[in-house]
């Protein structure tokens, strides 16, 4: 246990310390692209994008919140003292991961099982989720096929 422990959070650990770091401008490009996707999927009129674009901030706002706590708490963990833990230790750190998956979890809930239906209706949450997996796919391939450099004027 305590070696498969110690596995799970040096993956977790490389994970984050490799990952990319964006830009601002490269984030609020995808942010863009992000609204104009949902926008677009779950075709929401002028009247329920302004009631709902607020909510969704907030939304997205609690989750961004836990996941950079969650970060923060695993990078705070120096991957040579985890293999100096012991069981107990490691089983802390174990629970407090899924303490911040149920949080996440939770905040998921709230919001799809009553914040989004006082602005959308039942099948616009549902395409609002569906959505959400579609723009992560396309992100995805984004990164796999990424567009070719522009060509630039000699």
Excluded: H
Excluded at 41 to 63: D, G, K, S
Excluded at 64 to 87: C, F, H, R, T
């Amino acid at each position: 246990m305590k070696k498969l422990s110690i596995l799970f959070f040096a993956i977790c650990l490389a994970q984050i310390s490799t990952a990319q770091k964006l830009s601002e401008e490269q984030k609020q490009a995808i942010l863009a692209k992000k609204v104009a996707f949902i926008t677009n999927e779950l075709q929401l009129t002028p009247t329920e994008a302004e009631t709902f674009w607020p909510v969704y901030n907030q939304y997205t706002a609690e989750i961004e919140s836990l996941k950079k706590a969650q970060k923060n708490e695993l990078l705070s963990v120096q991957q040579d003292s985890l293999m100096n833990m012991n069981s107990t230790q490691l089983q802390a750190l174990i629970d407090k991961e899924f303490v911040y998956e149920q949080q996440e979890l939770d905040v998921k809930k709230k919001y799809f099982d009553g914040e989004f239906e006082k602005v959308l209706s039942p099948q616009k949450v549902v395409k609002l989720y569906r959505a959400e997996q579609l723009f992560k796919i396309y992100l995805l391939k984004q990164t796999q096929n990424p567009p070719p450099p522009p060509l630039g004027n000699k």
